[in-house]
């Protein structure tokens, strides 16, 4: 007895030293969504849920996800971004946006620690996050990633400054978005779908709307704390999600509801969540706008702020706006927009890929743009022009980088800075070839083309000095294809022959040919019936000098049968 006594006091003494050695991080989970309207009638709904620990070392946490706190201490990432975007964010009619993606899915990662295993550790990350968010991936490979200069600079805490030799940034523009994607990322949240915000999520409406982006960033911060002297910075998951409704095609009317957008009200906030918060964002002065319930704080003149912990407590939350003034509102177009296009030379495989660049600021802005392109299009730089569109004048970047493609290992980056004059439009063209590739090498889906990634322009605000970033389309280039319908045309042909061949040759050699009687023949039930037709319509039928039948051989038959006839002169 004294022993199993003393077991048990080493296993409680055991399991107090082990709760004092791993005390556990100081956690906090706050949501919020953002209502703005958008001109041409529609709504962008902007989803975000943060979570934050401030234990760097410490795999312990209650609110972060495991899968990927784990997958990021084992890989030495110091800051990941993920984007799985369908559709095109217009900036030049609906403004600038913080959540604007590239079409399709979009990843780049800073990395810690040494250089040397840095293209492991990435294809590491890859094929962990893929996992995790059911994407494709684990399919990106050196021949779709790069190592930007200037661009993507780190958005937290890093111990490398900027290294380029840290960092991987690789696209995939014909990545399909699907609940697939969308089912694991809002399992990461701490109450995951059942409670909070997440709950109005809806996977049919989500893919229903005219543009959806959901993110995933993770980054190490000090909140209230400057970047510089930071010391111990914890861990910030961000996950946002931002959708852009139509009500007009929805209800024929610019009202709406959360009944309406999301075809759910909200029941209840998540209980870990330290804010959950509706911002209702309009054109028009609230004094236009009829909103219920009036549960809200106003912040100015066009928002209003929606404390949904609160009001949860007691009743359900659907927030319901009316328009009192049926007239479109205004809204402040963006200053700095791009557009990326081919520009098809001649019939055959060459091109030019063309991205205008517009300055409608009342001064000259400096840019920053970036362009990947893949190795199966073959650059010409001693084509690459810059110009400025109403003059024809030629502009010199401030500065300029490239890195070579080579052949199925990586793609060429172009980078440079330029200075686009004031109410202007500048032209970035370089032209190419595209080259035949190998037959494994093509998609199913040859025919359609390849997608060429979205061009990135970064700059800095003139008024708030807020540093956006904007994404060009994303350009599709008919590579030569061959004729591969040819092989299966040749099969069928050969087939078809050599059953023709040899069925007709092995019919005849094994069947033999005799002669029998006309009343050995046993007709089958169709000419039975042809011969009934004949005799109910008075025709008589024709008689049969002599009759072969294909026997295949059973016994001996006497060759000298012969059939009888009525026709005494055929007798």
């Known amino acids: 007895r004294i022993q199993i006594l003393f077991e048990i006091e080493v296993m409680i003494l055991a399991l107090l030293l082990c709760l004092v050695h791993v ?6 989970y706050s949501e919020d969504m953002d209502v703005v309207h958008l001109p041409d009638n529609k709504v962008n709904v902007v989803f975000r849920f943060k979570s934050y620990a401030d234990a760097v070392d410490n795999q312990h946490f209650d609110l972060l996800p495991r899968p990927l706190i784990n997958t990021i201490h084992t890989n030495k990432v110091e800051e990941l971004h993920l984007s799985l975007t369908q559709g095109f964010w217009r900036d030049s009619l609906w403004g600038y946006s913080n959540h604007a993606a590239s079409p399709g899915g979009q990843f780049h990662v800073w990395f810690g620690g040494n250089a040397s295993d840095i293209d492991t550790r990435w294809m590491y990350i890859r094929n962990s996050i893929s996992g ?5 991936l684990s399919a990106l490979s050196s021949q779709d990633t790069i190592s930007p200069i200037l661009s993507f600079k780190p958005a937290g805490v890093t111990t490398k400054k900027g290294d380029r030799a840290f960092l991987r940034y690789a696209v995939s523009p014909a990545e399909v978005i699907c609940t697939e994607n969308l ?3 809002l399992k990461l949240l701490p109450c995951s779908s059942r409670s909070g915000l997440a709950s109005l999520i809806d996977p049919s409406k989500v893919y229903d709307t005219a543009y959806h982006s959901l ?5 190490r911060v000090c909140p209230g704390t400057a970047r510089s002297t930071c010391q111990n910075p914890g861990w910030e998951i961000s996950q946002t999600l931002a959708l852009v ?9 610019r009202d709406f509801s959360f009944k309406t957008l999301f075809g759910r009200t909200l029941v209840n ?3 870990v969540a330290t804010a959950t918060n509706i911002r209702i964002k309009a054109l028009e002065p609230l004094s236009e706008l009829e909103i219920t319930p009036a549960l809200y704080t106003v912040v100015s003149d066009k928002e209003v702020v929606f404390d949904a912990r609160n009001i949860t407590s007691s009743r359900i939350l659907n927030v319901y706006i009316r328009y009192k003034n049926r007239r479109l509102a205004e809204i402040e177009r963006s200053s700095v927009t791009g557009h990326t296009y081919i520009s098809r030379i001649s019939s055959g495989s060459s091109g030019s890929l063309v991205t205008l660049i517009t300055n409608s600021y009342d001064t000259p802005i400096k840019v920053l743009y970036l362009q990947m392109i893949p190795w199966y299009l073959r650059v010409y730089f001693h084509n690459l022009h810059l110009v400025e569109m109403s003059s024809e004048v030629a502009i010199a970047p401030d500065s300029f980088h490239v890195d070579l493609a080579k052949d199925r290992v990586k793609p060429y980056l172009i980078e440079l800075v330029l200075t686009v004059p004031a109410h202007s439009t500048v032209r970035f063209s370089i032209q190419f070839d595209a080259l035949l590739l190998r037959w494994n090498e093509y998609p199913p889906d040859a025919h359609h083309g390849r997608q060429i990634p979205s061009g990135v322009i970064t700059f800095r605000e003139e008024q708030t000095q807020q540093v956006i970033r904007l994404f060009t389309e994303s350009p599709v280039v008919y590579l030569p294809t061959p ?4 092989p299966f045309n040749v099969l069928c042909l050969v087939s078809t022959v050599i059953a023709i061949v040899y069925g007709s040759i092995f019919s005849l050699t094994t069947k033999r040919l005799v002669c029998v009687k006309e009343t050995e023949v046993r007709q089958g039930l169709l000419l039975q019936l042809i011969n009934a037709v004949r005799g109910a319509i008075g025709r008589p039928r024709d008689t049969v000098d002599h009759v072969t039948k294909a026997s295949p051989g059973k016994g001996e038959i006497d060759q000298n049968k012969t059939l009888e006839t009525d026709d005494p002169k055929k007798s």
């Open 483 to 486: 004729d591969f319908s040819m």
């Open 269 to 271: 906030a998540c209980p």
């Open 132 to 136: 995790i968010t059911c994407s494709s």
């Open 23 to 28: 005390s556990p991080a100081k956690e906090q």
């Open 215 to 219: 993110s995933l960033d993770v980054r």
């Open 245 to 253: 409704f139509a009500p007009l095609a929805l209800t024929g009317r």
């Open 183 to 185: 089912t694991p990322w």
